[in-house]
T-cell receptor
Framework: GENVEQHPSTLSVQEGDSAVIKCTYS??????FPWYKQELGKRPQLIIDIRSNVGEKKDQRIAVTLNKTAKHFSLHITETQPEDSAVYFCAASKANAGNMLTFGGGTRLMVKP | DADVTQTPRNRITKTGKRIMLECSQT?????MYWYRQDPGLGLRLIYY???????NKGEISDGYSVSRQAQAKFSLSLESAIPNQTALYFC??????????????FGPGTRLTVL
């Protein structure tokens, strides 16, 4: 089955700096890669996603890049703010597996004011 | 607003007890999922259901069972709880007919402690 690895497990940045979280996946048939954000004590919520026919997608201060050849994808957050502090999860899925999501282990991002 | 809810939100129980966690949704979604969250291990799929008559095992189904009582309800049971089932449990839903048919919507979670 699919295996998703996520690095780093913790990341501390100064407010205003950029943060990058990386994930690798094992199944070359995976074609959908979402990122979920989980604030302390809250439920995970989708923040951005990318499909395999696209190499990059941006939404304001967040962007996701995908390298299908290397089987890795990354979340980029620019101009970090304290409210970006949360746990971020990457995931992968493929259409012929019913779109089931396999999650990475999570990254705890701390933005210091 | 359409939502996913879970009961109870917190539960402390003893080893060997039977526990049921309940999930309800008003989103009208056909697909429902149960995950457990452990530190450093992300979200791992326990069971999932694509409609009322469909139940499938996920990555870590041993020690758990589920019941899909209706489109809106999906319950997770621990027949004989053990301490390593202490975790945060999330229910989620998705709708294959929606614009983003992969997005999953999570409930608020149930924190279960098995002593």
């Amino acid at each position: 089955g699919e295996n998703v690895e996520q690095h780093p497990s913790t990341l501390s940045v100064q407010e205003g700096d950029s943060a990058v979280i990386k994930c690798t996946y094992s199944d070359s048939a995976s074609n959908y890669f979402p990122w979920y954000k989980q604030e302390l004590g809250k439920r995970p919520q989708l923040i951005i996603d990318i499909r395999s026919n696209v190499g990059e997608k941006k939404d304001q201060r967040i962007a996701v890049t995908l390298n299908k050849t290397a089987k890795h994808f990354s979340l980029h957050i620019t101009e970090t703010q304290p409210e970006d502090s949360a746990v971020y999860f990457c995931a992968a899925s493929k259409a012929n597996a019913g779109n089931m999501l396999t999650f990475g282990g999570g990254t705890r991002l701390m933005v210091k004011p | 607003d359409a939502d996913v809810t879970q009961t109870p939100r917190n539960r402390i129980t003893k080893t060997g007890k039977r526990i049921m966690l309940e999930c309800s949704q008003t989103k009208g979604h056909d697909r429902m999922y149960w995950y457990r969250q452990d530190p450093g291990l992300g979200l791992r799929l326990i069971y999932y259901s694509f409609d009322v008559k469909d139940i499938n095992k996920g990555e870590i189904s041993d020690g758990y069972s589920v019941s899909r009582q209706a489109q809106a309800k999906f319950s997770l049971s621990l027949e004989s709880a053990i301490p390593n089932q202490t975790a945060l449990y999330f229910c989620a839903t998705s709708d294959p007919a929606s614009g983003n048919n992969n997005e999953q919507f999570f409930g608020p979670g149930t924190r279960l402690t098995v002593l």
